[in-house]
């Protein structure tokens, strides 16, 4: 309970709208239906009451009113009964003696007629009875009379009572039926969305393997429940990732850390008398906090990709400028290998000269790497026959890499030969090279294929868009 709030159940929302909505049209209903009842009853009567007015008021003017002839043509209708009274309220003529007195009728006569019943009738109530019936004066050969006609609307008032209750009653008992079934229903229905709500409940960033049940059935629900499913699953990947990412950072880091540590025990044991030991401690831990340095570099860059915070200057620039200066800047520094650079053609692309630089680098440095001494390290770059894209190539006749090996070089940590370390006569990396290699290239559509074989060389083709 939220306090401020009720907190209903949607089931019970849903129970209450169409007990409601069904409450409101089976009272319309029946309010329709009795009054449809009363209606036809009172209509009924007055119907058969007007005509055997008219059918008597004919005779009269006819002259023919209340002999043989006139009892034979039976003008008054079954169920109407007509007294004929002179002005002192003397009987002359009843059709039904039975029938409840003249007196009697009228001093029953009640004061609020109903709606359905017609202004020339008179209304009375007599016990059960309802009795509709109209007074006319008129004056035949020379007499004045007064005609009573009356017919008998219900003699047993109380039936219609009876029947409104029943149908109250039954207005009633349909709306709690309805309140019930409509909560069960909803509740089945819905019953799909409260595991959905405990087993999120139940998900802990420790326990992401939980899923939720998918209903068989196609519906809306199942959808849900499916969406759900896959937002957890990729959620789950993205967090692997991250706690691979985080371990194997720790564990790249530990190493250098490690020799740094062993070195300076060594030094405060050794270094103060022998200088070897000395110039060899100093060369290593440099070695290796630049090692360190260069992979916080790497893993920043990445942490920045990641959250989309790596910002890029992209514009148009030169590629074979580009292409030129890096090589001629590492033809400078490079002493074990032939640098070469091949064909240059010109060709504008739309780049951040920067992170273009540091991805060409990147591939030119594995080369030196990976590439015995003695071995070539050359570039090209010209335009695909497409027209719409530079090829540049970046390749060597170093190691190569197995086939089974080239998909999982830009995997972030991943290295070919991990078990070598650079004392151990291997080579030192850290395997996020080919990973920031390839986030730049996403960010520039270049696309990055491979061709290499063990023993023979490897090269890097990259599918660069040329502006306009
Ligand atoms: P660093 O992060 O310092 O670059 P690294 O070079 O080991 O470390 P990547 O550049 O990502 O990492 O390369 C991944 C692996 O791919 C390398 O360890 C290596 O085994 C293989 N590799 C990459 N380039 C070449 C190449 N030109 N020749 C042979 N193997 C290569
Ligand atoms: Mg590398």
């Not at 008219?54 to 043509?73: C, I, S």
């Not at 070195?263 to 103060?272: A, E, K, P, T």
């Not at 390290?377 to 170093?398: F, K, Q, T, V």
Request: with cysteine.
């Amino acid at each position: 309970m939220d306090g401020r709030t009720a907190k209903w159940r949607i089931s019970t929302k849903i129970a209450c709208l169409y007990g409601a909505i069904l409450f409101v049209m089976l009272c319309l209903m029946s309010f329709v239906t009795g009054l449809g009842i009363y209606f036809s009853y009172y209509n009924q009567a007055e119907h058969e009451m007007q005509i055997s007015i008219r059918n008597v008021l004919h005779h009269l003017d006819e002259g023919t009113a209340f002999t043989r002839e006139f009892w034979f043509d039976e003008p008054i209708l079954p169920g109407v009964v007509l007294r004929v009274t002179d002005m002192s309220g003397q009987l002359l003529i009843d059709t039904d003696s039975h029938y409840p007195a003249i007196d009697d009728v009228n001093a029953n006569v009640i004061k609020h007629k109903p709606l359905w019943a017609s202004d020339h009738m008179q209304v009375s109530k007599i016990h059960n009875m309802v009795i509709y019936h109209a007074k006319i004066d008129t004056v035949y050969h020379g007499d004045v009379l007064q005609l009573h006609f009356y017919r008998t609307i219900t003699a047993n008032e109380s039936f219609l009572r009876h029947l409104q209750l029943l149908v109250l009653l039954g207005t009633v008992l349909s709306f709690l039926l309805a309140l019930l079934a409509g909560y069960f229903m909803s509740n089945r229905i819905l019953r799909p969305i409260r595991t959905l709500t405990q087993t999120a409940r139940k998900i802990e960033v420790e326990r992401m393997d939980r899923r939720i049940p998918v209903p068989a059935s196609h519906d809306e629900l199942a959808e849900l429940a499916d969406t759900f499913n896959h937002m957890l699953d990729r959620l789950q990947a993205g967090f692997k990732q991250q706690q691979r990412f985080v371990s194997d950072a720790s564990h790249e880091l530990r190493t250098p850390v490690t020799v740094i540590l062993g070195y300076s025990d060594l030094l405060s044991r050794w270094g103060r008398t022998d200088k070897e030991v000395l110039d060899e401690g100093i060369a290593s831990i440099r070695s290796e906090a630049e090692d360190m340095q260069q992979l916080i570099e790497k893993l920043l860059f990445l942490a920045r990709a990641d959250q989309k915070r790596q910002v890029l200057h992209k514009e148009n620039i030169e590629l074979s400028e580009l292409l030129a200066d890096v090589m001629k800047k590492m033809q400078l520094v490079e002493k074990d290998h032939t640098v070469e650079l091949r064909e240059n053609e010109p060709g504008i692309i739309y780049a951040d000269p920067v992170t273009m630089r540091q991805m060409v680098r990147i591939f030119l440095q594995n080369s030196q790497k990976y590439t015995p001494k003695g071995g070539h390290i050359w570039a090209s770059s010209r335009r695909a026959p497409d027209g719409r894209h530079m090829l540049l190539e970046l390749a060597d006749d170093g190691i190569g890499i197995a086939k089974e090996n080239q998909e999982k070089i830009f995997e972030r940590f991943y290295r070919v030969d991990s078990s070598r370390t650079k004392a151990e006569g291997g080579v030192s990396g850290t395997g996020l090279g080919l990973s920031i290699a390839q986030w730049i290239a996403e960010q520039h559509d270049i696309r990055i294929s491979i061709e290499s074989d063990l023993g023979k060389g490897t090269k890097f083709i990259l599918e660069i868009p040329i502006v306009g």
